[in-house]
Structures are given as structure tokens and as C-alpha cells.
């Protein structure tokens, strides 16, 4: 959604699923909306990203293998990805409802937190850090702005699954005409990012350089991180202020400016807990009333949201929602069995009727059966692969039970096979990709594949369903035609004419190609061709080859001649072997002397193979 624009989206329903009740926030490169899930009840979050980005394959690859991952991530600091998937021409992903506030909203407007609350944060957060790390997937943005303070006072990290995309979209075209979205904050940034590192290193080092950001020096200025990180060496530390007391240690490990040597995020909160027990247990952080929103996404924090308290003299959270939960759960249970004992008393004079077992009898059946007993009959559809469409999966009441006329039989009727989870096939092999969506019970159809110059053969490039491309993630028909668009490699180059090309040109035409010349090269005497001219190739003009293939040449030396050797003081037979070995032959003798005094043509002539030399051989007396 472009800035400016109206609201287009609210009220409408993404994936038959998904009901975009409220927006929250609109950007160039996105808008996120407040959405009640159909399926479950909840209401959850739903950032909508533009069309420009969404359409970027090295973006959308990326993003679909980093929200799988971010779906695995469960973690009461670490904001909770649920679905994903396309909406039109957008891209869109579907986040746990977390009403809040910005850690970076937080600071703007002045506040600022202890090192006691700052300490409990980063141990938060750390925590948050270490489940992401150990599913293999790194943030590459923790910040101010990542950081969401909830109404519940608690703090969650927020857009784990965004900045590894972006990153990979920025290289490609997007570095030029822009995503729409923020870039990253150079301010938290490890050193190795400017270099293209992203790691969980560096996202260690982000959260120290957030934590500093927070906290008030005892001068009551911001601590930041302003100094460039080239002005450290590659095993130096950003020093931190004594505000965090017992706690410096660790973070100064998590600010060394060589990766390598800096500490993990499991180990930074582990030293944060320690230092702890140093500090009077914090005040929970708390939103100032002037920086609420009533029309902030989701408003107000529900009892049955609220967090689950942090002890940070051992920092392990007490379970108490479990506890409420549990006794919901009792009461919901007594509840639904008090109305079932009531509504089973049978009116005076009403006649009852044996319940037999319908389970694996067809809903028609049941159907007259109830007819016939005057019951009303509640048929709930569900789907199942182990029973075919229309027979009875499961009733309410058990058989053996007695129902009055009138009174509800409830039976769970197959609808037909379970629905197919669309599975991510993108930069998979056409073979794996093949076999993940047949184990899915999808139809799976190849097509041509296309050419692309950074895409290796045989990799998927989209999967069509209907003819609209998908990502995967969605519940299908089984059954269902999928259709495999897949990288041909890059296109097949044209072999250019290289016969008659001086050996600099020849290089520079196979160079545009991306073709190669073998080595090593090799040469042959020409009494028509120039030397240093291409006189013959191997692969003939206007073949198709791969990128990469190489081509042989063959490049004249120019014509064959042969230089007439000093053989003066030599005798006939040793003159005659030096010219022999030349390729050249003994022509007139001159004189009857036993050593040769002179040749003609003289030596230093050159001369064609075979051609004969005239000996001046002078009597001695």
C-alpha cells in the first residue's frame, strides 16, 4: 500500500482465512492490519508487503525459506510467525497479535530504562536470540525499532523472518529502484555487515549495542554507539558504562569487534542472569499513557495474553497462565457437562429412543433413522483420509444412550480427504521439488524450463497452481495439478567466427560471451596468414554452447623459415649435418679447401625449408 492511499484492504479476507479488520500502520513498502483468524477464532497480525518486492524471485525465495523457519520458532520473547502467502499480487505475512508499543517510539519520546530493567531485557531477548539461533536462522536487524514493549509490560522481537530477504533483494535489482521497506540501522550494526556478514554474531552484537542505547549514563545521557566501527580493531570492545556494574564483562564480550571472538547469545544471557542477582529486582517497563494508542494494533493486553512473570534471581518464568488455563479448562468441562445433564432430562410423557452406533453408516441412513425417532440431527462435516465421502465418522451421544424426541444427535460426517499443506519447493531440484509435492498428494506436471542467467539448471524457479504462481503454506484439494516452472541455466551462447581475428579480438569476442579459450593455445606456420591471426577453431561457427564451454584456436606463427647458421673452419660432412638439422640442404661447393670460409646466401639469411646453401671452401695453398 502506497502512503496516501485508502484503506483498500479492510474487510477483506486473505486465504478464506484471514479477515483484515483494522489498519494499524501504512508505509510505501507495506501495511500491517489487525485480522481475526476464521479458522481459529484469534485475532492475529497481518503484514501486507507491496507488489514491487513481493514480486522479486531472489526476495521471495528467501522470504518463503526464512518463514518456514521463523514458524519453528517458539519463544515468549521472539514474536510468533504463523502462515504466510499471496494475496493478489502481494506477498503477505500472517504474526501472533502483540499489542505494543516500539522500543524505539520508547526512547524517542525521551524515556529511558535502569540498568536493573536493562539487564532483565537483555536476558529477555538473549533468550529470544539463542531459540532463533538454534533453528539456524539469524535476525540481521535487532534494534530499537525490532524491539516491542507489550501493554503487558514484557518484550517480544519482531520481524525475524524480514531482514535476510531484504538483504538478498537488495542485491539484486532492488538496489537500484529501492524495496519501499527501511533498511536496517547502521547505529546497531555489527562491523562484519558492512561487508555483507549476517550471522548470529552479529546479532549479538546488535542486542549489546541496543542495550547500551537504553540505559541512562551517570551523566543522564544516552549511552550509543557512535564511534565508527573502523576505528577498532579486530579484536577490540566497545567500552561499557559501569551503570551495569557486574554485567560490563559480559557485554563487552558481546561488543568485540572480531566476530570470532565475541560470545554467543546463550552465553550472553547466562552472564546477564548472573549479574542479576547484583541488582534490585526491576519495576516491570511501563507504556506511558501519552504513548498509547486506542487504535494501536489489537489495543489493550487481554487477561488470558498476559506474559508469564520473569524471577530474575534465577530468571525461569512461573507458569501461572498454565494454572488459569487449567482451571478454564475445568470449569468449560463442568459447565458443558451440567448443560448436557440438563438438556438429557426428558420432558414428562416424551418418549425416549435407543442411540445405536452410526459410526461407519452413511449420513442418508442416519438420516431417515432420525426422521423416524423425531431427533434433530447436527451434521458436522469433516474431512478424513481414512473413510470415503458421506459416512459417519463420530456421534454425541455414545450408543447405548437414550434420546427423547426431539432432542439433538450430533454425527461427524466425512466430506471427503484431508486438505494438503502446500509445501516450499522454490530453489529446490526438479527431482526433490517432484518428490516433496507427490508426497503431499499433489499432481505434478513439468514445463519448459526457462532460461536464467543466475539460476542453476534444474532448479525451481515457481510453482503454478491454476496458473498463479504460489509459495506454499496453503491447504489444498489432493490431488490438486501443480505445475513446476524450472531453471534451464543460462542461455545457450553462439559460437562467434573467430577464424581471421587477431589472437586480442578472438579474446574479447569469446569474453562478451562468457565463453572461454582453452589453453594451452596452439600455433602453426601459415605462408598465407599474418602472424598472431586465428587461422582455425574447433567449434564451428554458430553452434549453441554452454556458458563457460571452451573453445579451441589455433593461431598462425606466420610463415616456416629457417636462418642459415655460421659454418665457417667446419668441414663438408659437419656442414652438411648443421644444415640437415635446420631443414636446409648443401648446394655448390666452391673450392677444394678442407674447411668451409663462407656461405651464400650468408648466415643470418632466412630461407624456406629445403632450400639449398652454396659453401666457399678455399684452398689452404
Known sequence: MLRGEPDQFTGRVLNDRYRLTILHDAHEGSSEHLAHDLETGTQVSVKILNASISEDIEFARRLAADTATASLVSHPFVEQV????????????????????????????????TASQAIKLGFELAAGLSAMHDHGLSHGDVSPAKVILGHNGYPKLSAIYLTNA????????????????????????????????????????????????VTANSSGRPLTTEPSHQEFGPEETIEVSEVFGPAQVILESALITDPVQRTDATALAEGLAAAAKYFVKPVPIAIPENLLNPNALGGPTSDSMAASTIDVEDMYWRPVWKLGGLVVAVLA???????????????????????????????????????????????????????????????????????????????????GPQLRMTPLVLGLSTEVAS???????????????????????????????????????????????????VSGGPVPRTVPQLVGLSREMAQQAIDALQLTIAKPITTENSESVAEGVVIGQDLAPGLLADRGSSVSITISAGPDRREVPDMRGLSVLEAERRLAELGLVIGEIDGAGQE?????????????PGSSVSLWMPSQE
Not at 453 to 480: F, M, Y
Open 435 to 485: 518428490a516433496r509435492l507427490e508426497a503431499k498428494g499433489f499432481e505434478v506436471d513439468l514445463v519448459q524450463p526457462v532460461y536464467d542467467e543466475n539460476i542453476a539448471s534444474g532448479e525451481v524457479l515457481k510453482l503454478l497452481i491454476d496458473g498463479e504462481p504460489v509459495l506454499g503454506g496453503r491447504l489444498r484439494e489432493p490431488g490438486t495439478r501443480a505445475v513446476l516452472v
Open 596 to 608: 668451409v670460409q663462407g656461405s651464400e646466401p650468408p648466415p643470418g639469411s632466412m630461407l624456406q
Open 166 to 213: 531484504l538483504v538478498a533483494a537488495e542485491k539484486g535489482r532492488l538496489d537500484m529502484v529501492g524495496t519501499g521497506l527501511a533498511g536496517r540501522s547502521s547505529d546497531f550494526s555489527a562491523p562484519e555487515t558492512a561487508f555483507g556478514i549476517n550471522s548470529p554474531e552479529s546479532d549479538v552484537y546488535s542486542l549489546a549495542a541496543t542495550l547500551q542505547a
Open 333 to 415: 468441562i463442568l459447565s458443558v457437562g451440567a448443560a448436557w445433564a440438563v438438556s438429557s432430562v426428558s420432558p414428562q410423557g416424551v418418549s425416549t429412543h435407543l442411540v445405536e452406533r452410526y459410526e461407519g453408516r452413511t449420513v442418508g441412513e442416519v438420516r431417515a433413522i432420525a426422521d423416524s425417532v423425531l431427533w434433530v440431527l447436527d451434521e458436522d462435516q469433516v474431512r478424513t483420509d481414512a473413510l470415503p465421502s458421506g459416512i459417519i465418522v463420530a456421534q454425541w451421544p455414545s450408543p447405548g444412550a437414550r434420546l427423547a424426541e426431539g432432542e439433538m444427535l450430533i454425527v461427524e460426517v466425512a466430506s
Open 82 to 113: 504463523l502462515d504466510w502467502g499471496r494475496f493478489e499480487d502481494r506477498v503477505y505475512v500472517v504474526t501472533e497479535y502483540f499489542p505494543g508499543i516500539t522500543l524505539a517510539s520508547f526512547l524517542h519520546d525521551g524515556y529511558q530504562l
